[in-house]
């Protein structure tokens, strides 16, 4: 399998895909262009206990939080509220979520669909990286 990157652009933001199988350097892409940026980059790899989309929205707030993006100490109780705190956002950031293969649960599919339609309105790139045969928008 070939690792293939699809890319669109608007106004405002950038969305990548990158498709490839497991162990082609998906990840290993993302952090080499990531450490050069000057954008404040939040990175999420989804791991056993973000199948719950409860336990994923606090760990990406609490990545946004580390990142300086927001002062907002109000805990995150559902990706409405996220999705509020994340229109706060007055610069441009970058955002990478990776491991999507990982991905058991049909509500956290619903809700990474969700944040990829939403807080792209507001981020300036968004990285996803994920397994080719599994994602699809």
Do not use: M
């Not at 990142?67 to 610069?91: C, F, K, M, W, Y």
């Not at 507001?122 to 928008?137: D, E, H, M, P, S």
């Amino acid at each position: 399998f070939p690792v293939t990157i699809s890319h669109t652009h608007s106004t405002h933001n950038t969305h990548n895909i990158i498709h490839a199988p497991a162990g082609y350097g998906k990840t290993t892409l993302l952090a080499h262009w990531c450490q050069p940026q000057t954008l404040p980059t939040v990175w999420i790899s989804i791991a056993a206990a973000h199948q719950q989309p409860q336990v994923f929205l606090r760990h990406l707030y609490a990545a946004i939080q580390q990142n300086g993006l927001i002062a907002d100490t109000t805990p995150v109780d559902s990706l409405p509220h996220l999705l509020e705190i994340t229109q706060r956002i007055q610069r441009p950031w970058i955002i990478v979520i990776d491991a999507l293969e990982s991905i058991q649960s049909t509500l956290l599919w619903d809700t990474i669909e969700t944040l990829y339609h939403q807080i792209a309105l507001n981020a300036f790139r968004i990285y996803w990286a994920l397994y080719a045969t599994v994602f699809a928008f």
